[in-house]
Nanobody
Framework: QVQLVESGGGSVRAGGSLTLSCAAS????????MGWYRQAPGNERELVAY???????NYADSVSGRFTISRDNAENTIYLQMNSLKPEDTAVYYC????????????????WGKGTQVTVSS
């Protein structure tokens, strides 16, 4: 069974830092993109950052320059280093994984983590 386990959320004051991690487990053929979305109360879920199998990363404009996503392919784990946190970064952060179970599959499957709360106080 493929699973994602997130950790690292918590509460911090504005200007502080947190690091989120997301570990994938289970038997798959290939893991392609992995990344993070977030959802604040009353808002839609929004993409924060993602990284592909080759290590190429992309960021939302709102976090670019403050957040860094990285990937350990050997451990099937990604990390989100969040610096200079702002109150508007407060949200539940969800990890996702796009993967193939079988080489004959034509489209990635997407799995979501359960989410981890990040709270930034002013």
């Amino acid at each position: 069974q493929v699973q994602l386990v997130e950790s690292g959320g918590g509460s911090v004051r504005a200007g502080g830092s947190l690091t989120l991690s997301c570990a994938a487990s289970g038997r798959v053929f290939a893991i392609n993109s992995m990344g993070w979305y977030r959802q604040a109360p009353g808002n839609e879920r929004e993409l924060v950052a993602y990284i592909d199998a080759g290590g190429v990363s992309n960021y939302a404009d709102s976090v670019s320059g403050r957040f860094t996503i990285s990937r350990d392919n050997a451990e099937n784990t990604i990390y989100l280093q969040m610096n200079s946190l702002k109150p508007e970064d407060t949200a539940v952060y969800y990890c996702y994984e796009d993967f193939l179970i079988d080489p004959r599959e034509m489209r990635d499957r997407r799995l979501w983590g359960k989410g981890t709360q990040v709270t930034v106080s002013s």
